[in-house]
């Protein structure tokens, strides 16, 4: 079955990095991309971009450009996210997804991993 | 970028009613629409895709239709686990764009 992992909860101060990772199992790892959402608290789904498990390509929204890098690792089908700069507005609780180039576009999902930005 | 309109916020319905949620996007995403649950504390949940088909083991009283720039999304006779906060996709475009969600409360 289609599993996607997360990493655990962080706590990171204003103006520091976050990595999250997203460790694929259950399907052919390149055969899809993921997806990264997230969801402040009380609020809803905000899509953080795309990137191709195949062949590394990434689409990113324009207000987290530049702030938000997407990789993979095809040898243990581990997706990461990092961000950057951060600030309080980015706490939130951060899901993996699993994206198809068709439809449906995201179908599974992480647990998600809860970032909380504090000074 | 498309923007995404759920309606109504909140929506209060008795057990066994039924419930018609909207979506509708700020320009054509064809039948690029996918709906999704999600229960408190919990990832979301894929219910429907390409605007009207049901996700495999999702039960036959949601049901989605619409295309173009207006989507519905019923559930024909509430359960009480239906009781969550739902939201529409659209992926015809780069940046995919949620909509608000819909929350279905207990009336």
């Known amino acids: 079955q289609v599993q996607l992992v997360q990493s655990g909860a962080e706590v990171k101060k204003p103006g520091a990095s976050v990595k999250v990772s997203c460790k694929a199992s259950?399907?052919?790892?390149?055969?899809?991309?993921i997806s990264w959402v997230r969801q402040a608290p009380g609020q809803g789904l905000e899509w953080m971009g795309w990137?191709?498990?195949?062949?590394?390509?990434?689409n990113y929204p324009q207000k987290l450009q530049g702030r938000v890098t997407m990789t993979t690792d095809t040898s243990t089908s581990t997706a990461y996210m990092e961000l950057r700069s951060l600030r309080s507005d980015d706490t939130a609780v951060y899901y993996c997804?699993?994206?198809?180039?068709?439809?449906?576009?995201?179908?599974?999902w992480g647990q998600g991993t809860l970032v909380t930005v504090s000074s | 970028e498309i923007v995404m309109t759920q309606s109504p916020a909140t929506l209060s319905v008795s057990p066994g009613e039924r419930a018609t949620l909207s979506c509708r996007a700020s320009?054509?995403?064809?039948?690029?629409l996918a709906w999704y649950q999600q229960k408190p504390g919990q990832a979301p949940r894929l219910l429907i895709y390409?605007?009207?088909t049901r996700a495999t083991g999702i039960a036959a009283r949601f049901s989605g239709s619409g295309s173009g720039t207006e989507f519905t999304l019923t559930i024909s006779s509430l359960q009480s686990e239906d009781f969550a906060v739902y939201y529409c996709?659209?992926?015809?475009?780069?940046?995919?764009?949620f909509g608000g969600g819909t929350k279905v409360e207990i009336k």
């Open positions: 997804a699993r994206t198809g180039s068709g439809s449906p576009p995201i179908d599974y």
């Open positions: 259950g399907y052919t790892f390149t055969n899809y991309g």
């Open positions: 990137i191709s498990a195949y062949n590394g390509n990434t």
């Open positions: 320009q054509s995403v064809s039948s690029n």
């Open positions: 390409g605007a009207s």
């Open positions: 996709l659209q992926s015809n475009n780069w940046p995919l764009i």
